[in-house]
């Protein structure tokens, strides 16, 4: 079993609201992820970080922000929330050196915007 | 870039039999292969990965098979179990090389006792 978290697990919230996926791993991982998925549908890379201070855009255009100030730690920020953001939010690790293939995934979010 | 898809949105099998999953790729250049594991309610799990040096490589109950010449590969699973209901997808290096992964889309695997 992996040892990455994320929280909420299942977040509904209004139009227009901020609000922060949470992301944390305990495997000392330099390297972390964020990908999109819709129900049954392929993961889309958001957001992803080769170490603390990194951060970079990922395949697909996102109005979400991330940061990396703890190598454990990788949140992820809407500013204003829309129901085009509605999806899965899956958060990822790995480890450089061992192939960027073998990713450690997280239970996800499932947000609903209304 | 790479783009990479599953031939089939939905396999139905019966417990006991062998599983084939099919997946195509669009970069000849591509030298790297994963296949992952996404079970309801979860986030995807690491199966097996193929370099392109090799043609097959084999895990427990799973073998990977490459054809480059025609960009395809496959996941066989032997004995299907209920246990692997799931939905598999195949992934390969994205667009910022070794850095990222592009998935490709799904096949769910039904498993029938």
């Known amino acids: 079993e992996a040892d990455i978290y994320q929280t909420p697990r299942y977040l509904v919230i209004g139009t227009g609201k901020k609000i922060t996926l949470e992301c944390s791993q305990t495997m000392g991982h330099d390297k972390m992820y964020w990908y999109q998925q819709d129900p049954g549908m392929e993961l889309h890379l958001i957001h992803y970080?080769?170490?603390?201070?990194?951060?970079e855009k990922g395949d697909l255009s996102s109005e979400s922000t991330v940061s990396r100030i703890r190598t454990e730690h990788f949140p992820l920020t809407l500013e204003s929330a829309r129901p085009s953001h509605t999806s899965q939010y899956l958060c990822?690790?790995?480890?450089?050196?061992?192939?960027?293939?073998?990713?450690?995934f997280g239970p996800g979010t499932r947000l609903t915007v209304t | 870039g790479e783009s990479v898809g599953l031939h089939l949105p939905t396999l139905s099998v019966q417990e006991g039999d062998n599983s084939i999953i099919n997946c195509a790729y669009s970069n000849s250049a591509s030298d790297y292969f994963i296949w992952y594991k996404q079970e309801s309610g979860k986030g995807p799990q690491f199966i097996i990965d193929?370099?392109?040096?090799?043609d097959k490589r084999q895990g427990q109950r799973v073998t990977v098979l490459l054809n480059k010449t025609v960009k395809h590969l496959s996941l066989q699973i032997a004995a299907t179990q209920p246990g692997d209901s799931a939905v598999y997808f195949c992934?390969?290096?994205?667009?910022?090389?070794?850095?990222?992964?592009?998935f490709g889309k799904g096949t769910m695997l039904l498993v029938s006792p």
């Open positions: 970080s080769y170490g603390v201070n990194s951060t």
């Open positions: 990822a690790s790995s480890l450089t050196g061992t192939g960027v293939g073998e990713q450690y």
């Open positions: 193929i370099r392109s040096n090799m």
């Open positions: 992934a390969a290096p994205g667009n910022s090389g070794y850095s990222t992964l592009t």
